[in-house]
């Protein structure tokens, strides 16, 4: 019934779980004496439940996951989904590339970006894994990064929601993308995550797209028919709206008098204030450059926040202190300039687009409930 391979290596048939606890037991001790060995690798259907539950109760985790899968353009290979290593880079960095390719101002990264993952460590999550989809031969075929949202943010402990960062995988090889992502939804439950969450912008990659809202494009749609067609429902749609070498318009002064403040500090970031005595009536924050390695990171600024206050919405103000902002950044030296805002937000998408600004991708973010009854449940139904 089972048979030694490799030293410290077990391929143990279905029939194992009828040998029971004990006498599986047996055959690994008199293994690990006779090999001198004292770490296995078992090896088993993913659906194999019994089996499963079998290598648990001894103690065993699950590292990884092998099936086997027909990938047109490349026949039939043996995928195997592993933790990362850092000899995995140059793949992770491939696939990720090949991923963003479409997506507008979104840049290559090179290798040493993924060599080291405490540099991609989110301060927002906990207990963070990156797992490989890898075949032989064929390499690096797609990765998913997961973690769990520390306490203290969108939730009530005693745990999170689970969250997948990042999940990429290349068009035409949507088996690569299923095992990846039913991977990500079996280890959110074995860490008993009642809700998923996926593409929240508050934990993205550093050099993922523009830093506020950096959700999943519309331009990678392959993933996110892959999220649809796993039950997982789009939440949180945001517009990106781009102006490449922007022309300042002329603040034209609005109709309730104020001061204007311009508080400058690390980034830059500019914060264009519009006050009255020691009352403010809006802001708008602008920051330049992002993290990312493209050389035309500098020539960019991004406008984080525009706000003005109920009482003093639709006269000019919005605008004025908007066309201040990008004066000032355009004088820094900016040649383009973008901003995210909500798809719903038709009264700001108007001003931003007679402004000069103009649509460049709508991205959004996901979330599936795994335990209808828990309070986290309940609130997702109710936003």
């Known amino acids: 019934m089972v048979e030694l391979l490799e030293a410290g290596k077990l391929a143990v048939e279905e029939l194992v779980g009828e040998m029971g606890k004990a006498a599986l037991e047996?055959?690994?001790?008199?293994?690990?004496?006779?090999?001198?060995?004292?770490?296995?690798?078992?090896?088993?259907?993913?659906?194999?439940?019994?089996?499963?539950?079998?290598?648990?109760s001894l103690g065993a985790e699950v590292v990884g996951v092998q099936m086997e899968i027909d990938l047109a353009g490349w026949g039939g290979s043996k995928m195997r989904l592993v933790p990362f290593a850092s000899d995995m880079a140059a793949g992770v960095a491939e696939c990720y590339n090949d991923l963003i390719a479409p997506v507008p101002e979104c840049h290559p990264v090179p290798p040493d970006r993924f060599a080291d993952l405490e540099g991609l460590a989110s301060q927002h999550l906990r207990d963070e894994r990156l797992m490989v989809a890898q075949a032989e031969p064929g390499g690096v075929r797609g990765f998913v990064h997961v973690g769990i949202v520390a306490a203290g943010l969108d939730y009530r402990p005693p745990v999170g929601?689970?969250?997948?960062?990042?999940?990429?995988?290349?068009?035409?090889?949507?088996?690569?993308?299923?095992?990846?992502?039913?991977?990500?939804?079996?280890?959110?439950?074995?860490?008993?995550?009642?809700?998923?969450?996926?593409?929240?912008?508050?934990?993205?990659y550093p050099f993922y797209y523009f830093p506020?809202?950096?959700?999943?494009?519309?331009?990678?749609?392959?993933?996110?028919?892959?999220?649809?067609?796993?039950?997982?429902?789009?939440?949180?749609?945001?517009?990106?709206?781009?102006?490449?070498?922007f022309v300042p318009p002329v603040p034209q002064p609005p109709a309730p008098e104020c001061r204007l403040e311009l508080v400058w500090t690390d980034g830059p970031r500019l914060r264009v204030q519009a006050m009255r005595g020691p009352e403010e009536l809006g802001h708008c924050i602008m920051d330049r450059g992002q993290i990312s390695p493209s050389p035309e990171a500098d020539d960019w600024c991004f406008c984080l926040a525009l706000h003005v206050s109920d009482p003093f919405r639709g006269q000019r103000l919005g605008s004025f202190l908007l066309a201040t902002a990008l004066e000032e950044m355009r004088r820094l030296g900016?040649?383009?300039?973008?901003?995210?805002?909500?798809?719903?937000?038709?009264?700001?998408?108007?001003?931003?687009?007679?402004?000069?600004?103009?649509?460049?991708?709508?991205?959004?973010?996901?979330?599936?409930?795994?335990?209808?009854?828990?309070?986290?449940?309940?609130?997702?139904?109710?936003?």
């Open 161 to 204: 929601p689970g969250t997948i960062r990042f999940l990429a995988y290349r068009p035409g090889e949507r088996p690569v993308g299923k095992l990846l992502l039913d991977w990500a939804e079996a280890w959110a439950r074995e860490q008993e995550c009642t809700v998923i969450t996926a593409w929240n912008g508050s934990y993205p």
């Open 334 to 383: 900016c040649r383009h300039t973008a901003l995210s805002v909500s798809w719903r937000n038709h009264r700001a998408v108007l001003m931003y687009t007679n402004i000069g600004y103009r649509h460049a991708d709508r991205t959004c973010n996901f979330f599936k409930i795994l335990d209808e009854s828990s309070e986290l449940a309940r609130a997702l139904r109710l936003a």
């Open 26 to 56: 047996a055959v690994l001790l008199i293994s690990a004496k006779q090999r001198g060995v004292g770490e296995f690798h078992i090896n088993t259907e993913p659906d194999n439940d019994a089996a499963k539950a079998l290598y648990a």
């Open 212 to 245: 506020d809202g950096a959700q999943l494009s519309e331009h990678i749609g392959h993933v996110r028919a892959l999220f649809g067609m796993a039950g997982f429902q789009e939440r949180g749609s945001e517009l990106l709206l781009t102006w490449r070498d």
